[in-house]
């Protein structure tokens, strides 16, 4: 019943953007803070951005500027506008739900080509 289901991911040029969705459903979605993540091939999954139930955000240094985070309580959804992407940007992107326990999507791949 618990489910995270992530879209949006896809094949982009260096330079444009992208949008990735996740929709949580089995959760009291409002009280959970939703990141994002993102594993790139023999790497370790790392966190690209986080919201908090109460809306503060954080990003990973790396992204700063470019992504911004969102979520929409009323449809259970959490948001990553992804802008000026660059190649070291393609990894597989995860959605990930905690509050004092964790759930995961099953990820979404973005590839930014040169």
């Known amino acids: 019943q618990v489910q995270l289901v992530e879209s949006g991911g896809g094949l982009v040029q260096a330079g444009g953007s992208l949008r990735l969705s996740c929709a949580a459903s089995g959760i009291i979605f409002s009280i959970y803070t939703m990141g994002w993540y993102r594993q790139a091939p023999g790497k370790q999954r790392e966190l690209v951005a986080r919201i908090a139930a109460d809306g503060s955000t954080n990003y990973a240094d790396s992204v700063k500027g470019r992504f911004t985070i969102s979520r929409d309580n009323a449809k259970n959804t959490v948001y990553l506008q992804m802008n000026s992407l660059k190649p070291e940007d393609t990894a597989v992107y995860y959605c990930?739900?905690?509050?004092?326990?964790?759930?995961w999507g099953q990820g979404t791949l973005v590839t930014v080509s040169s």
């Open positions: 990930n739900a905690r509050e004092n326990w964790e759930v």
